[in-house]
């Protein structure tokens, strides 16, 4: 089976999809939001949250041949992809979680960019 049928039947894990930048461009495809340090403690206890852990805490890395170099690594996540559950409404809920501007439900990621134009 597929991991896109997966995902759509609800029977893949999730991972969490981490890529390191040195600096970061503002575009069409990255908005920019400003935050004060609640909202940050905020997200990143919602973003920590997301991620399987072992015993002593840290994050469970995943060893794959998709990364993109260096720079591009993937993390065990909490939870099940299917339909409902997809990364633009995981992404969406964190923003609730930092009081920013979010859709009611996003199952992709334009909605969710219409609310930063």
Not at 17 to 33: A, D, F, L, P, R
């Amino acid at each position: 089976m597929s991991t896109t049928l997966k995902a759509i039947v609800g029977v893949s894990g999730t991972a969490i999809h981490g890529k390191y930048y040195q600096t970061i461009v503002e575009s069409e495809s990255c908005k920019k939001i400003v935050i004060c340090a609640a909202q940050y403690t905020q997200h990143l206890k919602y973003i920590q949250s997301s991620f399987e852990t072992i015993t002593d805490g840290s994050f469970m890395k995943i060893e794959t041949k998709a990364n993109k170099g260096e720079t591009d690594v993937f993390y065990e996540a909490k939870g099940r992809y299917s339909p409902f559950n997809t990364c633009n409404f995981w992404a969406n809920l964190g923003l609730k979680a930092a009081n920013q501007k979010a859709c009611l439900w996003a199952a992709f990621q334009g909605p969710i960019f219409q609310k930063y134009e």
